[in-house]
């Protein structure tokens, strides 16, 4: 049956090929469409909203709820008059893949009628109807529009997930939906506890999508693996081997180790040659460039094979067509915050066991499926946590706090939180944000805490980039800023060409730590090579880490007009930038005898060994941030003078804590060591 919209229209220059063709893909879009479990339930969906200000909806992650209800929305006329569908997403890589999907389907150019907004990326208009972005760009969006006034629909999707910003948007839209009759507000979950959802938004009706579920059958191991990378990598080639047709799920914990398992599974096809079929390895994981996470949604050609290598993304938030078979080593990376010493750390952890169940679910898609679980039976009954902690229970509020303050929500321990964060943790945030100077003696935000918070960045960045006007480094504060924001993915370490990579890296080393080499980097690149592709791959650079480093410099720089600071140059005064630094005094390590330990809390941490200080050791560092893999690994460090810190926090360093022991006699074993060290 010919839709109306198909008709195609004579154009000049156009062949009737180009015509069909155009006319088969948006038939193939169409029939995709109708097939989604969401299509039967359209209009008894529509009545529901209509009938209700808020409503749950429960439905299978690959249901259609994501796509496609934003579009039903649209066709019955909630965006006239202007007014705007938002959606939101935990994940900034769901955000960008399926608004790309959803403009592909309304056959519009991504940007116009549909766009989405991230972290350091903006792609709307003022023609934008239908807007994705994750959920941290809606909390900023009350800064500006507190009541949401442009917006007659937000959907919290995903909401299962329980991450940061999303449990402060539940009670933000909660409160705002009271006095805004008009706003409707659609909760999407992919879980069964829709119920916790339903009782904390006034009891509001649930709406059930029966999604496409295919028997899935699940093995465990009879003993727990002792390197489980080595096990996904053996059962991704034993089942391409050994089983029927079908793309393959793998569930990994970070860029590391994805990268690390499709090396070996290339490497062990390469060997393999032409004994096995084709394999085709594919990795999605945040940091990768949109073009490569592209590739995972591409159709499988006939006689290869598809795995998927991903991060816990792929668990709700992504649905890749093709999958049957499973691999589940169990693992996923967590946030853990510790408020007595502040320390935050991400930690591979075991996965809940409704992860797990989320996971198994990926392979009964399209038929039955299997999930291989590389664990054993035993640990999951009684080693597994029921749910995930929600991540407010176990982070850093800072951010958080700064941006309620800033919407003047001051009663914060009676915030309408579906689950309260620990009391230590809110406290904690006050008193740093305190330090910070960001809140004054009563609590009360200062004029400088307004202005940090129109930063989208931690609070100890937003301070230190402030601070930069004063010491007049703001040109090279904000490139350092950029670099950090980027995670840790600036310099590319192929396993065969290790050699030339260090050296490489050697090459960019200054004196002052790892912010100044960060600096020498984005200069080299930028005045040096002028963003060349060639010249990073040559130098071992990621480029589009550098690039991405390249749009959030000029969105910073962009903010810092808006907040009035006059952006200027250090002119090559190093000890400026080191001194501004100490804006991250809450980071501050010291040299002792048994090595370095954290200022206030005496916690035996170590520089990474990726560090230019490594060899070193200076006696105070200031560390951008505290990663736990193997021991406490200070990360990005920089060397300062214990006497900045009297000046940049005299409210929370006292000069006792912060004499400088190189006056005192050094033990004798200490000095001859310092000595060897040069």
């Not at 290339?266 to 073009?291: F, T």
């Not at 601070?467 to 670099?483: D, G, H, N, P, R």
């Not at 060994?609 to 690994?633: A, C, D, G, M």
Request: charged share 25%; proline share 5%; hydrophobic share 40%.
């Amino acid at each position: 049956e010919e839709e109306p919209g198909l008709q195609t229209h004579p154009e000049e220059g156009r062949s009737g090929v180009h015509s069909y063709l155009i006319k088969t893909f948006y038939l193939s879009i169409i029939i995709n469409q109708r097939s989604l479990p969401v299509f039967p339930y359209r209009q008894d969906l529509l009545a529901a909203i209509d009938q209700h200000q808020i409503l749950v909806i429960e439905g299978e992650t690959g249901s259609g709820k994501t796509t496609q209800i934003p579009q039903y929305l649209l066709e019955e006329g909630y965006t006239a008059g202007g007014m705007k569908i938002g959606c939101t997403q935990p994940r900034r890589v769901a955000a960008m893949s399926v608004s790309a999907r959803v403009a592909q389907e309304m056959a519009v150019k991504l940007g116009n009628e549909v766009g989405y907004s991230i972290r350091f990326e903006d792609c709307t208009s003022e023609r934008t109807v239908l807007k994705y972005m994750t959920d941290g760009m809606l909390l900023r969006e009350f800064l500006t529009e507190p009541d949401l006034a442009s917006y007659s629909v937000i959907i919290i999707d995903e909401a299962h997930e329980r991450t940061l910003h999303t449990d402060i948007l539940f009670g933000l839209i909660k409160d705002i939906a009271r006095f805004r009759s008009n706003l409707k507000v659609l909760v999407a979950s992919a879980t069964l506890d829709t119920e916790r959802f339903s009782s904390f938004f006034d009891d509001a009706p649930v709406f059930r999508i029966p999604g496409r579920r295919f028997p899935v059958d699940i093995y465990y191991t009879k003993a727990p693996e002792a390197d489980y990378l080595e096990a996904c990598v053996v059962s991704v080639l034993q089942i391409h081997v050994t089983q029927p047709p079908g793309d393959i799920l793998v569930f990994l914990t970070g860029q590391e180790e994805i990268e690390a398992c499709c090396e070996l599974l290339q490497e062990r096809c390469r060997r393999l040659g032409s004994k096995i079929a084709e394999l085709i390895v594919l990795p999605i994981y945040a940091n990768l460039p949109s073009d490569m996470q592209a590739k995972i949604f591409n159709p499988t050609p006939p006689g290869a094979r598809k795995v998927v290598v991903a991060t816990n993304i792929a668990e709700t938030s992504l649905t890749i067509d093709g999958i049957i078979y499973v691999i589940d080593p169990g693992f996923c990376k967590q946030k853990s915050y510790n408020a007595r010493t502040g320390m935050e750390s991400l930690i591979v952890t075991p996965c809940s066991r409704a992860s797990a169940n989320q996971r198994a679910g990926r392979a009964g898609r399209v038929a039955a499926g299997k999930c291989f679980r590389l664990y054993t039976a035993w640990a999951f009954k009684h080693e597994m946590e029921e749910t995930t902690v929600p991540e407010i229970q176990r982070t850093n509020l800072g951010n958080v706090v700064l941006l309620l303050k800033s919407l003047g929500i001051n009663d914060l321990i009676h915030f309408d939180f579906m689950d309260p964060p620990p009391h230590e943790t809110l406290v904690l945030a006050l008193e740093q944000l305190y330090a910070l100077g960001a809140l004054n003696h009563l609590g009360e935000l200062t004029k400088l805490g307004r202005r940090m918070a129109e930063l989208p960045v931690d609070p100890m960045l937003s301070k230190m980039i402030l601070a930069s006007e004063q010491y007049k480094c703001s040109e090279e504060v904000l490139t350092i800023a950029a670099m950090l924001s980027v995670n840790n993915s600036i310099f590319y370490r192929p396993k065969d060409k290790v050699v030339h990579a260090d050296n490489a890296r050697m090459n960019f080393v200054v004196p002052g730590g790892d912010h100044m080499v960060l600096l020498n980097v984005y200069t080299q690149v930028r005045m040096g090579s002028g963003y060349s592709t060639q010249w990073c791959y040559e130098n071992f650079i990621q480029f589009r880490s550098m690039k991405r480093a390249r749009d959030v410099r000029e969105q910073l720089e962009g903010l810092m007009d808006r907040i009035e600071v006059e952006v200027c140059s250090a002119d090559g005064d190093n000890m400026k930038i080191r001194k501004v630094s100490t804006g991250y005094f809450y980071h501050t390590a010291r040299l002792s005898k048994g090595g370095y330990k954290t200022v206030k809390h005496q916690q035996t941490v170590y520089v990474h060994p990726n560090s230019s200080l490594f060899e070193e050791q200076p006696r105070w560092l200031i560390y951008h941030e505290l990663v736990f893999t193997t021991k406490e690994f200070m990360r990005q460090v920089i060397e300062i003078d214990s006497s900045w810190l009297l000046e940049v926090a005299p409210h929370y360093y006292k000069s006792k804590e912060l004499e400088d022991s190189s006056s005192k006699k050094m033990p004798r074993k200490m000095g001859k060591a310092r000595e060897e060290l040069g």
